[in-house]
């Protein structure tokens, strides 16, 4: 289903610039090389839209904000080129600052795609704060009582801003305004490393920055990668007798070493 998706991102090596946060910005750009793509972390103002106008893809990660005007200057850029934006709203609804600028992007960049854990969604889709700082809330869980509401959110929060909308947690919904996935791979273990969702959403740009004409199937490609190179490198933390720090080499590792078969056999995707 994916091995064209994921054969493209090897063949063309996408440059993508991610404009990230400090805690993570090593994991992204190692998560970029290991699928096949090259990482530039370039944000300064004075740069970025020349890094941006040779790169084919860009991030926006909201975890540590230091320069909002490059953001917008390269997203600008990125917007005028027609290449894919991607956006990771980290800690929406936790502070005014992050909320003001949510507003401001979502008024005046087109994402590709936007990709939150559930509650960073919710901020944007409903304006509500019950985030637990970079974390999704335990109260906001997708379950089966309310994955309808949720995909119904994202569909129309997708229908609001032109993006696909990709919601990571223990169940990962992709959806766009009329089709939803619902992908239920990954670890528990993904949540206590810092940067899963960070690393989710930066290979989420080098899958669409390969294949720009498919948005929707390409981000459904990056979270089933990640959801089953989560599950692959618990197998490896357990047979190692290792804990968390290994676990994320691990999950580093498999992404390097996947193929389409190795996702097909599996994948848990669900059209919903
Ligand atoms: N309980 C879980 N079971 C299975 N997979 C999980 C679980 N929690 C998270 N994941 C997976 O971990 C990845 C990151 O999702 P998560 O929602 O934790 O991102 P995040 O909160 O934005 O993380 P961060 O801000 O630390 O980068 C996704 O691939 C998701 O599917
Ligand atoms: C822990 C943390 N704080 C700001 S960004 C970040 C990484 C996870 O989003
Ligand atoms: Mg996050």
Redesign the pocket.
Known sequence: MFSDIMKNVKAKSPLINVITNFV?VNDCANILLAAGASPCMAYDIREVEDIVSISQGLVINL?AIEDDRAMLLSTKKANEMKIPVIFDP?AAGASRLRNDLCTEFLQNVKFSVIR??IS?IKSLALGSSTTKG???ADADEITENNISEVVKMAKSLSEKTGSVIAI???T?VVADHQRAYIIK????M??LI???????TTLICAYCAANPDRIFESTAAA?CT??VC?EYAYQKTIDTDTGTSSFRNYLIDYVSKLDSEMIEERMKLEVY
Do not use: Y
């Not at 791979?185 to 528990?188: F, K, M, S, T, V």
């Not at 810092?194 to 989710?200: E, F, N, P, Y």
């Open positions: 993570t975890g980290v939150g854990n960073e970079v974390d999704a990571s947690g223990k990962d791979n990954g670890h528990p993904m949540a810092t940067g899963s969702g960070c690393m989710l979270v990640m959801g989560g």
